[in-house]
């Protein structure tokens, strides 16, 4: 049975990679080659960050390692174990809340962990796969799972696999990965001048 795709309806020409990235639920019982995960976290390791302070790390499991796949799914939340432990791949983003030049708090922290997150999920949708991010985790637990130490924290939770196909998951999850995908205009959030002034260029033509 063939994997959904779900391509997202833009309202403006963009990258047909960001067309065909999306988060599913449903992942095809198939490992994934140790060469393209390599590939995946070399695009995540190109991000930009603040100072290029290359503020994350991962921690990832594969069903290979069948004790350590297990404790990464044990620091993520029971309803986000129930259908990320079908996937091939899980793990966690973590970030260091301080830069490692000063010594200063990194405010942007999370927000460059996100951008290797998108690098990530990008380049793993160029090579045929899916990723889904999670903020459903347990910090705390994941930190005495991992030993993470003081200094940083863990972000968020992902699987990350071949699509499957939405007949695999129960039916309340089966609808969701069927709905249409949907996001706010763009004159919700771009702004021109006061705060909440659509900036002109977002109004259709």
Do not use: C
Request: net charge neutral; charged share 25%.
């Amino acid at each position: 049975m063939p994997e959904i795709k779900k391509p997202a309806p833009a309202g403006a020409p963009i990258h047909d990679l960001l067309i065909h990235r999306w988060s599913p639920r449903a992942f095809e019982d198939r490992a994934v080659e140790p060469e393209k995960l390599r590939t995946i976290f070399e695009a995540a390791r190109w991000a930009a960050s603040s100072y290029n302070g290359q503020p994350w790390s991962f921690i990832v499991a594969t069903k290979d390692d069948a004790k350590d796949f297990q404790r990464v799914l044990d620091a993520f939340v029971e309803f986000n174990q129930g259908w990320a432990k079908h996937a091939p791949v899980v793990g966690l983003s973590v970030a260091q809340l301080k830069f490692q030049h000063n010594g200063q708090p990194n405010r942007h922290a999370f927000h460059d962990v996100g951008q290797a997150a998108t690098s990530l999920a990008v380049q793993a949708t160029a090579l045929g796969l899916q990723v889904h991010q999670m903020a459903g985790i347990d910090p705390e637990k994941a930190r005495k799972i991992f030993n993470i130490p003081e200094g940083y924290e863990a972000v968020a939770g992902f699987a990350l696999g071949y699509a499957g196909h939405a007949s695999k998951l129960p039916d309340q999850l089966r609808e969701r990965e069927q709905g249409p995908r949907e996001r706010k205009p763009l004159s919700a959030f771009v702004f021109e001048g006061d705060w909440g002034k659509a900036a002109p260029f977002t109004a259709a033509k």
